[in-house]
Every structure is written in C-alpha cells, then in structure tokens.
C-alpha cells in the first residue's frame, strides 16, 4: 500500500519547480507579446524548435552552453517569422500561430531521423550541469527542493523579475501595454507600434526557446518527439490565468507543474498512464472556468495595426 | 498647405486644396462628411501621405511622414474618436510616448508633474483617476492636456462638439479661447454651422475634396456657409402644416428599469404618444433615455410599470414580439444595433424582416428574388449610395448607413405603428440630417406615432409637437413652445420658476 507521503516527498516538490520552469518561461514570453497585442500560439512549436536545436548544437559542439544560446536564437527567429507573417503581412494570429507549431511538428523528426536516423528521439549529449546554491542546500528539505537543479531553473525567478519591473516600472512597459490596448491610440502618441510589436514576439519566441532548451538540455539531455507535450499550450493557459501578469504568471505556473509532477510520479506508481497524463490539462479547464478568478487581455490582442 | 491631392482607391478625397492658417487663430473647416476635411488634416498630422502638394509651417516646407514627426513639429490632433487608453491614468495617457527622462517610471512625480500641468494649463484635471471612469467632457480634457503637453502650437481638433453636451461645448469653447489668447493656433473641424460661427475667426469650407472658399466669420452666416457646404441652398426640414393627432398609441405608465451596472435608471416614467404625433425627449446622455429606448424596444427588462401599445400590455416583451407589434427602432449605436458590418447592403436591409413572409418562404428558404427586388427599390427610394446591393455595408458612409436604417424601419408592406429614433442624426451632415429628418415627418404624416430620443436640442425643437424632458430617470414636460433657455434648465434638472 502507498502512503501519501510517499508520494507528497520532497522529490515531488523538486519536481514541481523543475517542471514549472519551462510554463513559467514560456508564459512570461507570453504575457510580453501579448500586452503588445500579438498572439502566440506558436509557443509549443518555438519550445520543440528550442528543445531540438540546443541538443543539435550540443551534439555538434559538446557544449550545452551553445545549445542554450542557439535554442534561444532558433526561438526568436521563429518567432520572428510569425512577427512578419503578423505585423506585416496582416495574418491571423492563430492561424500564423499553428503554421509555426505545424513546422516545428514536422521539421523535428525529420531533423532527428536525418542526425540520429531515428525520428523519435536523438542520442544523449552533454546536458547542462546540476546547481546547487551555497548555504540554502545545506537546510533540510528546502534544501533538497532547490537543488540541484539545471541552471535553467534558476533564470525564472530572475526573468519574471526584470519582466516585471520593465512593464510596469518603466516607461518601455507603458508602452507596450499601450500598444495592445489600443495601437492606434499608441501611434498617434508618436509611439512605432510596429517596432514594439516585433520586438516583444521575438521577446517571446527566445523564452519560449529557453523553455524549450530547458527540456532537452536541462532535463533529459536528449531530445525526444514528444517531450514538449502541449506544454506551449498550457503555458498560454498559465499566462491568462496569471493575468497577464509576471509575478501571478510565476505562482500559477508552481501549481501548474505541481500537477505535471504528479502526474509523471503517479505514472511510476502504476496507476494507469494515459489517465494521469490528463492531471495537468483538467488543471488548466478547472483553471481557465475561473476558478482563479476572472481575468482580462489587453483589449487589442489579436488586432492587427495597420497604419 | 499647397495643392493638396490625396486620392484613395477609386476616391479623390482631396483635389488640390489650398489652406492656409494664420497664427493665433481658431480657424474653422467645415464641410459635409466626406467632404475631405478629415483627410486632409489626417495629412497635416501625419496620419496620410498626399498623392501631391506641399506643407508648409512658417513658410518652410516640411514632410511629415508620422505623427511623430508632427509632434516634433509642434502640431497636436484631438481625434474624434479618443485616442485614450481607458484602463490607464490620465497621467498617464497625456504623457505616454513622451515620457521623462530615466528608465524608470515614477508613478507620484508624474502625477505630480501633469497636475501641475494641468494647472498651469487652465484644464484642472485628477493625474490619478482611471481614464475610463472619467466623462466624454472630461476625457476631451485629458486629450487637449495630451496635445499641449507635446507642446504642440497648432492644435487640430476633429469634430469635438459632436460629442459634448451644450454645457461641456460652452466649457470647451473657454479652453480654446484661452489657448488663442497664449498664442496658439487651433483648427477646428466641424460641420454644425451655428457652433463654428460662434468660437472661429475665419471659416474655411471644402466640398467634395475641393476648397470652396475662406471666409471671415463675421462677413458670413449660417445660410451662406450651408449654401457653399452642399453646392445648393438647403431648406431645413419642418412639418409643413399641422400634425393630424390621432388615437393614443403608446401608453407608458410608472415605467421603472435598472441600468447596465444595476443602477436605477428609470424613477417611473409615465407618458403617452399618439398616432401622427413626434413626441421628442430631450436631455443630456445618460440620463435614462437609452434605457427607456431599450425598454420599449424589448431590449432590456423593466423592474417596474407597463407599457401599452394600443391596449395590448407590452411590458417585458422581446424584441421580435416588439416588430410584430409594428414597433421599428432607429437604434443610437448604429454600428452596434443598426447594423451587422459584415453583411451585405441587400442582407441589412432585410433584418428583422427576414424571419416573415415575403422574405420567408416555405421551409424557411430565403426567397432570393423577392429580396433583391426589394433592395433595389429601397436603394433607389432612399437613394442610398451603393456601388451594388452586395456590397458589404462597412464601405458605405455614415449617413448612407442610416438612410439604409430609415429604409428599413419602413418596413416592407405595413408602415410603423410606433417608430423610436434615438440619436437619429448623431454624425450626419447637413443633407443626411435633413433626409431622416423629413422622413420621420413623412412616416409620422402617415400616422405612425413617432417617439425622438435626441440630445441635439435643435433637433427636437425642430420637428416635434409636443417635448419632454428626461433627466435623471424622470420625465418634465416642457410648455408648448419652448425656448432653449427652458429646455436647457430642465436638462440639468432646474425649473423656470426657481
């Protein structure tokens, strides 16, 4: 029989910020895109793209460090491609969104088959070293819970600081959430919406790229067809209900990958995988049914400006 | 500006236009909608490129290529429609995009820093309130603060008026007057004549993307400037005759009904409309009367009272029973209610129709010829300006949208028994305006029974028979003939006799 603390141990909650990390990531990418107006619904493909080409560059360099740098460029470019087809080509948003997740879908075992000759996952590379913070590790249990992890889990909380303190300290921030607000009113202040907008995109397609390079890289130190997982997805669900909002965008993202911790422990202990698999996404309906409480986006999201 | 072309697709809206403003003077620019005025100010601001023609600002030529570089130019725009962010402050909307130096946003200084501003500015405004919550009034303010603050020294409003209730215009046309007399130059766009007479010193007019003519406001009148606007003289619409009132229609009594954020905002209405009577209700926005429109239109649920319709109870009706009771509305919100934007000319003309014979035919097919035949009828009959019946209605103008919505509320056998026009004129030109306006007489000459919600005080007077007044949920009557100084003491809830 398996007690509950079994389960609720302190590898659980380690496990919990090791799989926030990435949520939070690519939600606070989120949130900077969309307080500009652009959605992003090509966050899961951006992650993959990220995942990928960290372990490529690692596989080809033997340095994780390049991975992380090229799955943060690899983000942002694709990102970028969005950005164009949005802002200045007019597209849908969604409908740009799912062409980029649809690429990464695709070019993501093909890659891996042409590498590795095998489409569903790559051979083991270099993965990014453990850290641990000196003095904290040496408390009992909090201790464990903070480390060792990838150095990747360490850069959200600084992200979601300096995310925070530029959109809501500084006078870029206003502007950005001007632009989503209402572009033309942006504009006519003198303020190159266009510019702003591209910016914040591919803002978020490099976090989305992190997130993604802190799966492969920092996690399994291989790159695996399915290990993004809808993850992108659920990140757009942490970002609204976080409100649009770094420091909420970083505590729901804790409950989030609470619930993706579970679901990977509750696997081990033979409860049917299929089933807990699904743990995180009923998390993200009862979430997004206002269990948290009613939220509200920026009132140009998904509007393009034309000027 | 010299020679001023800007040509649109299929459009010229502006053909060689020559305008010249002085510094220090409210200059005004009237003409009908799209007579180019907005075009061609939209190129002073940056907001368009000119096809041709040049710009000149103390006699040097610039390019202005955005509105910032307008800015840069000491030229400022108040749009017509705000360009104000709702959900932030007002401090922070008048300085966004020209922000202090620093990287970092001090909230208080700011506040500071535009109180001050403001003050100094003559336009005492809260740095601290939720742009949003404020008044149309005051949010014009903020945009004003906006201007000046980029320091602009040309200031270019658009329409301004089209928005105030006469007590915020008589406050604006202080502002402005105050900003002439610091030096600054405003031009004022605008197409009410007795509004530009008033505050400008020179009167510039464009018809049709071309310039008319500039005139000095005290060598010319109303007649005069409407005659140079539209090409022709322009009677004004009025009941030619005596109304023939006939047997009471409508029956309000006690009418109570809650506003959209729960308030009361109907204190118990009680009034009664006959068949060939224009019954106008009066008031400044927000005092009840789009609640009231929406009651009797079977839009919102009354808490309270009843309303007949030739003794048939119609409180709490839907507003599909309303049109099968012959009840048409002219809606306030055009693109809101008038219209579905993405539906076709043909399509909207049929609304609410559509569900009936002879549109309706067996299994509920649409009956596609019957229906393009009438559109063409009322196309021509409205003479509405459609390059075909399939067009979808958003590239039509303003003022051919509610000639569609007049053809409409016609209906397409039976007359109205009871038309409600609310705001029926809101943002049309003098030729459109007078279009619905003889077209309400008409219908009510055809003993339909005519209820005008407007807060155009002209209007009402107008061509009404009988006014209420509306303000604060509850109704007053006015005496028979009233003049604006008594409707316009009832309007803020005084009374002649106090």
Redesign the interface.
């Known amino acids: 029989m398996i007690g509950i603390w079994d389960i609720l141990d302190v590898a659980l909650f380690a496990a919990m910020i090791r799989m926030a990390t990435p949520l939070v990531l690519a939600a606070t990418g989120g949130v900077i895109t969309e307080r500009s107006g652009v959605i992003n619904i090509g966050l899961e493909g951006m992650m993959m793209l990220g995942a990928l080409f960290g372990v490529l560059t690692s596989y080809w360099t033997g340095c994780p460090w390049l991975g992380v740098i090229a799955a943060m460029v690899v983000g942002g470019l694709a990102a970028a491609i969005h950005a164009l087809v949005v802002i200045r080509f007019n597209a849908n948003h969604i409908v740009s969104g799912l062409g980029i997740n649809f690429i990464a879908l695709g070019l993501a075992p093909f890659l891996s088959e042409v590498i590795w000759g095998s489409r569903g996952h790559s051979d083991i590379v270099t993965g990014l070293p453990r850290w641990e913070i000196p003095l904290i590790k040496e408390i009992p249990v909090i201790g464990e819970i903070l480390g060792p992890h990838s150095p990747t889990v360490f850069m959200i909380l600084a992200i979601v600081i300096i995310a925070n303190i530029v959109l809501f300290k500084t006078k870029w921030g206003l502007r950005i959430t001007a632009v989503g607000e209402f572009a033309k009113a942006a504009a006519t202040a003198g303020i190159p919406v266009q510019r702003t907008r591209y910016i914040c995109v591919i803002i978020s397609g490099i976090l989305a790229g992190l997130a993604g390079v802190h799966m492969s890289l920092g996690h399994l130190s291989m790159f695996t067809w399915g290990m993004i997982g809808g993850r992108g997805f659920i990140a757009l669900a942490v970002m609204i209900s976080g409100n649009w909002r770094p420091y909420r965008v970083l505590a729901i993202g804790m409950v989030f990958g609470f619930a993706d911790a579970l679901q990977i422990r509750l696997q081990g202990l033979g409860v049917p995988v299929h089933f807990m698999q699904m743990i995180p996404f009923l998390v993200t309906i009862a979430v997004l049914a206002g269990v948290m409480g009613r939220s509200r986006p920026p009132a140009d999201i998904g509007k393009n400006y034309e000027p | 500006m010299r020679q001023i072309t800007k040509d649109f697709p299929g459009v010229r809206a502006n053909d060689a236009v020559d305008f010249k403003v002085a510094q220090g003077e409210i200059h005004g620019l009237l003409g009908e909608n799209g007579a180019g005025k907005s075009v061609l100010m939209g190129i002073l601001?940056g907001?368009y490129q000119p096809t041709s023609g040049e710009i000149f600002i103390h006699g040097r030529a610039v390019a202005i290529r955005?509105?910032?570089e307008a800015?840069a130019l000491k030229i400022g725009?108040v749009?017509q429609h705000?360009?104000?962010?709702?959900?932030?402050t007002v401090a922070?909307n008048i300085v966004?995009?020209?922000?202090p130096d620093g990287?970092?946003?001090n909230r208080k200084e700011i506040a500071q820093r535009v109180a001050q501003f403001a003050a100094e500015a003559k336009l005492p405004i809260n740095p601290e309130e939720t742009v949003g919550q404020l008044s149309v009034g005051a949010q014009q303010r903020v945009e004003i603060l906006?201007v000046l603050y980029?320091q602009a020294q040309i200031l270019i409003l658009d329409e301004p008026t089209a928005v105030l209730t006469p007590q915020e215009t008589e406050a604006l046309f202080r502002a402005m007057r105050a900003l002439r007399d610091q030096g600054k130059t405003i031009i004022f766009i605008a197409h009410k004549l007795k509004e530009v007479l008033s505050i400008c010193d020179r009167i510039t007019v464009l018809c049709r993307g071309k310039l008319v003519g500039t005139e000095d406001a005290g060598a010319t009148d109303e007649s005069k400037l409407a005659e140079m606007m539209v090409g022709t003289k322009v009677v004004p619409a009025t009941r030619i005759g005596e109304a023939t009132i006939g047997d009471r229609v409508l029956e309000v009594k006690d009418l109570t009904a809650d506003g959209e954020r729960g308030e009361r905002a109907l204190e118990g209405l009680s009034f009664e409309l006959r068949a060939g009577e224009i019954l106008g209700i009066a008031g400044v926005e927000g005092n009840g009367q789009t609640e009231l429109v929406e009651v009797l239109t079977g839009l919102r649920r009354p808490t309270g009272g009843k309303v007949f319709l030739s003794e048939a109870d119609l409180s709490g009706i839907t507003p599909r029973t309303a049109l099968d009771y012959g009840i048409r509305h002219i809606p306030e919100d055009k693109r809101k209610r008038g219209i579905i934007p993405g539906f076709s000319v043909k399509e909207n003309l049929i609304l609410g129709d559509h569900c009936r014979p002879p549109f309706k035919g067996r299994f509920s097919w649409l009956m596609e010829r019957v229906i393009r035949r009438f559109a063409d009828k009322r196309i021509e009959e409205f003479q509405i300006q459609t390059p075909s019946r399939d067009t979808p209605i958003d590239s039509l103008s303003g003022g051919n949208q509610q000639r569609l919505i007049v053809g409409r509320v016609y209906g397409h056998q039976k007359r109205p028994t009871l038309l409600i026009a609310a705001q029926p004129t809101c943002g049309l030109d003098v030729q459109a305006t007078r279009y619905v306006r003889q077209k309400l007489i008409e219908l009510s000459d055809q003993g339909a029974a005519v209820l005008l919600v407007s807060a155009d005080l002209d209007e009402v007077m107008a061509i009404s028979d009988r006014i209420l007044v509306i303000h604060n949920g509850r109704l007053h009557e006015a005496s028979k003939r009233p003049s604006r100084q008594e409707l316009g003491l009832l309007m803020i809830g005084g009374r002649e006799d106090e």
């Open positions: 601001y907001l955005s509105p910032a800015i725009m749009h705000f360009m104000l962010i709702s959900n932030m922070e966004l995009g020209f922000e990287y970092f946003w906006k980029r």
